[in-house]
């Protein structure tokens, strides 16, 4: 007899709980409810996109205020005149010159440039050569 009442309170039990499941389940799948966690998920999403775009937006700031500081661009390199070499044509901008790059930067550790010389690609052919002395093959 124990045994009997054991089991059906045990049954009766499970039925109270699996009518509360059901219950909660039919309230969650109401149009109203569907409506409103649909909107707070999009409500979700929306304030993860703006934080993902004002982290995007900080970190370019960052980056570029850091290239600025590596190239010189933000006041920090040292301009001093070209010396005044008899040219024929000078380009446009050429009358001053970087001296150095800014403390710091990458491009301290690269070699000083060769300002007066000529690329390789650049050089005269023996052809042209000729053609300037005079000489026309």
Known sequence: MVRR???????????VW???KANEATRRLTPDSLSGTA?????????????????VRTGMAEREEQLRADLGLDGTAVLEPAPRRRRTAAPRGAEYRA?????????VALPPSRAGSTPPAL???PRQLEQRRGKHP
């Not at 929306?46 to 982290?55: E, L, S």
């Open 5 to 15: 009442i054991f089991w059906m309170t045990v049954g009766a039990g499970a039925a």
């Open 123 to 125: 050089t005269s052919t």
């Open 99 to 107: 001296i150095s790059a800014a403390p710091g930067s990458p491009g």
């Open 39 to 55: 909107a707070r998920g999009a409500l979700h999403l929306g304030d993860a996109a703006k934080r993902f775009a004002q982290d």
């Open 18 to 20: 699996a009518m509360n």
